[in-house]
């Protein structure tokens, strides 16, 4: 777990793998961290009850059916009932993790989402899998790319997306132990892990994964690797990149985009996601209001996903790291003259 | 039955065994993808594209064409290996069947391939759409009907119960829905993830004309269609029971094979086990 050669201070402050040795890279689905999570918030508190509808194995909510099976409800193709069931439970005490794809739940529960978790405030937790074109070869049916849009919309949400496996499990952790209804977001492929245990971790608080003060390039998901990647490459461009895992959508760290917008003067955000409503989105609206600055969104464009292998879809969609790199150099052109 | 003549028949049991093997070798070639609920539907499926629908590959788009929506997408391998042999496309492109820019989406998608009425994938959406058809098509005054292949585990999604309530309403005797009753879904039995029984009572409660049959008897499953469409005034269901992963002996029955394909040597084992399954078609009739 050195964090030797990572490229900047910030990077090793954050306890950061070193992501420019490929050798020290793993590659762990973020839904494991979920279900590790899971259990160890299980053990913690003993309210935690979960919730699946006929995916416990791919949602990975099995480990914790194992370890508390008096605690976990299987309740069929029934995603509205899902979420409708898990309000009422947190009415009468519990916390329930709430788990299955992404676009079903939220996707097809919105509206009971809206209504019993949120107008109700409901500690209710979704766990949304399968997110992202990454789910591959399933095709758009089942590829969410719309759900941290529609999610970060409802008043009174929590939506985190968190960059990696260990991340993740953190991430569930923090969910499990804070009052509120909340979506976690996380994919179903394999993914780079940059994070370790001793990374510090806090909802709300976006994270400077490298320092710079070029570009910021503000990611989530399992695309911040990518993102640093990227900034690596552009260094040689004599570009340094700030890179900024933006892993809580809402409420989202406004000081952090704003010190990024101020120091950096120009932004590219990386999501895999809609452009239109997604985190950029949420980071464009904080710049306008306060403090407007050139944008690079990275992310999908106005279309649905495809069938096809997790990194021929992210190419297809722009997301790969010579895209990303492509963005920053725009974005740096386009700061240059704005200041003429 | 009585309906089909045995050479008919044979004809049929034929083409579900092409089915069946175009469903390993697609699936192999994906190397993702839905066995389980593909291979027990094999039967069904050459029946309706080779005896029961009308239709014409060569236009897909035919006003006057049965509609078959498939409910449960993710047994779009039985539906493309189906068209595939009733010469919708080449068989050959069954082997692209979830690639990159293939239009053998992963999930059924209307807009990719010719010749699926809908998108599907996401479940309990097929018999909603099925019902609109089947009443743009009363207020027509058209000919055709509407067949719906649905899968028991999707009859937990609460827009199926509305569907039925719906296509009773409107009297729909134009819309058959099918039900893959084959007791399994992702998490193990039907009757222990979210118990369907009695499903025959609740669909009759429901106001449906209802008809049950065995789903690998090709003979019974045409006759119980002949039977449903001569009903008046109700939609109808008929409830195929069905062997999970049917026609490969170490598939049949698990529940583990719902959304697994088959590696090298397991496909090899399945097409050794389908050709001679082949070889003793027809030979009891004589
Ligand atoms: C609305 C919705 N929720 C969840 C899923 C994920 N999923 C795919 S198939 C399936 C259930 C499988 O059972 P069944 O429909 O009976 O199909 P079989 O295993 O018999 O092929 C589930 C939950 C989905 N496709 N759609
Ligand atoms: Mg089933």
């Known amino acids: 777990m050195a964090s030797a050669g990572v490229t900047s201070a910030a990077g090793a402050a954050m306890h950061l793998v070193d992501y420019t040795d490929p050798a020290a890279i793993k590659q762990v689905p973020t839904r494991n961290g979920f279900g590790e999570g899971l259990v160890e918030a299980g053990r913690r508190d003993e309210r935690i009850i979960a919730i699946c509808a006929d995916l416990s194995e791919s949602t990975r909510m099995e480990a914790f059916k194992k370890t508390f099976p008096q605690r976990y409800i299987e309740i069929g193709v029934a995603e509205q009932m899902l979420v409708a069931m898990a309000a009422g439970l947190a009415a009468a005490g519990k916390i329930p993790f709430i788990a299955s794809y992404a676009m079903f739940n939220p996707g097809r529960s919105w509206e009971q989402v809206r209504t019993t978790m949120a107008l109700n405030e409901s500690d209710v937790k979704i766990a949304g899998a399968h997110a992202g074109v990454s789910v591959g070869p399933d095709g758009a049916t089942h590829q969410a790319i719309e759900d941290i849009a529609i999610m970060r919309v409802i008043p009174k949400m929590t939506v985190v997306v968190p960059c990696d496996s260990a991340q993740t499990k953190q991430a569930t952790l923090a969910v499990a132990g804070r009052f509120g209804p909340t979506y976690l977001r996380f994919a179903r492929a394999e993914s780079a892990v940059v994070t370790t245990d001793q990374t510090p971790f806090e909802i709300g608080t976006a994270q400077t994964f490298r320092d710079g003060d070029d570009v910021a390039v503000v990611a989530c998901g399992i695309l911040v690797y990518n993102a640093l990647v990227a900034a690596e490459l552009a260094r040689k461009d004599g570009i340094e990149c700030r890179v900024v895992n933006n892993h809580t959508i809402k409420p989202m760290d406004e000081a952090a985009i704003l010190a990024a917008a101020r120091d950096c003067g120009t932004i590219v955000s990386v999501e895999e996601h809609q452009v239109h409503g997604g985190m950029g989105s949420r980071v464009a609206e904080i710049v306008a209001a306060h403090d407007p600055v050139p944008m690079e969104f990275i992310g999908v464009h106005d279309r649905f996903g495809q069938s096809g292998s997790p990194p021929e879809l992210t190419e297809e969609y722009g997301m790969g790291v010579t895209a990303i790199l492509a963005a920053i150099k725009r974005a740096h052109g386009r700061k240059r003259a704005a200041r003429g | ?286």
């Open chain 2, 1 to 286: 039955m009585g309906l089909l003549a045995p050479e008919r028949l044979t004809a049929l049991e034929e083409h579900a065994n092409d089915v069946r093997q175009g469903i390993i070798r697609s699936l192999l070639a994906a190397g993702s993808g839905h066995s389980g609920g593909s291979l027990d539907m094999a039967d069904i499926f050459a029946a309706l594209y080779f005896h029961v629908l009308r239709h014409d590959p060569q236009r897909p788009d035919w006003p006057e064409r049965d509609r078959l929506l498939l409910s449960c997408g993710h047994i779009a391998p039985v539906r493309y290996s189906a068209m595939a042999y009733a010469g919708y496309f080449p068989v050959e492109e069954l082997l692209t069947l979830r690639h990159f820019r293939t239009r053998l989406q992963g999930h059924p998608e209307r807009v990719s391939l010719p010749g699926l009425e809908t998108t599907s994938g996401p479940l309990g959406e097929g018999l909603a759409q099925g019902a609109g058809m089947a009443l743009a098509g009363k207020l027509d005054g058209a000919g055709w009907r509407v067949y719906v292949v649905t899968s028991d585990g999707e009859h937990q999604c609460g827009l199926h119960w509305e569907a039925m309530m719906t296509a009773a309403k409107f009297q729909l005797d134009n819309l058959t829905c099918i039900v893959d009753r084959n007791v399994i879904q992702i998490d193990g039995s039907t009757e222990d993830v979210m118990p369907l029984e009695p499903l025959t009572d609740k669909y009759r409660a429901f106001n449906w004309e209802v008809f049950e049959c065995d789903g690998h008897d090709i003979g019974a499953f045409v006759a119980t269609v002949e039977k449903a469409k001569q009903v008046k005034g109700k939609p109808q269901v008929i409830i195929a029971h069905t062997v999970m992963g049917k026609g490969v002996s170490f598939m049949e029955g698990d529940y583990l094979w719902h959304g697994k394909p088959p590696k090298q040597d397991e496909a090899d084992q399945a097409l050794r086990e389908l050709g001679a399954a082949r070889e003793l078609i027809g030979a009891q009739r004589g």
